[in-house]
């Protein structure tokens, strides 16, 4: 049976020793960027330390993924790295992401935490970082977890645990003291607002790419 998300029952038990990769490189992620969150207090300087950071995550995200999926006896393709519509795709996300990153200024709790200068360079820096983040999380998100998972559990469950996987990932960047009494009201406020909204918005990235098959 293929390692992608295609072709793929909606509900199987097959776990391997290889079924555990997705939640661990997930986890490897998060703890990271938590770790910086809590570690670094100054909004100047986590501004310019997760900004660091961010891509050596997204690179081990990347190679894990292709280092286990090849190990496993599977391809690029298993996947999903196809070059099926990229241009069109690559102009669609970099809208979307800055339309997100535009509704986050409006919100003063990230006010200090994004940074951005109208300038030739800076602005370079931040569509290619913009879209290497992006391909790294649908690499992890949607190649790796549903086409892992679908092989090994079906491509129901694998929808809705990447999608609970991505609607937790913001909780990395939450706060620097999740024992404050403000981080706490931060905290359920996150699971009752963001998590629903991004887990929901994952689940439909994963059925989109159940059926197309390819992370563009």
Known sequence: MPIGARRTPPFRWRPTHWSIGPFLLWLVGMATLFL???LVKSPQEYASTVGFV??????????WAVFATFQSGGKLSDLGITRRYGLLALALGLLVGF?????RTLDPRFAGYLIFKMEVLPVAVVILAGGYHAFAEE?????Y????LSRDFGW???????GIAYGLAPFAFLGADPLSTQQVA?????????FPAVALLGIFLALVYRFIGSII
Request: charged share 10%; aromatic share 12%.
């Open 36 to 38: 910086v969150r809590i």
């Open 54 to 63: 961010i891509p050596l995550v997204n690179t081990t995200y990347i190679i």
């Open 145 to 148: 977890f549903v086409g892992r």
């Open 186 to 194: 931060e905290i359920g406020q996150f699971f009752t607002t963001v």
């Open 139 to 143: 690499v992890l998100f949607r190649g």
């Open 156 to 162: 129901v469950p694998a929808v809705i645990i990447s």
């Open 99 to 103: 339309v997100i990153m535009g509704l």
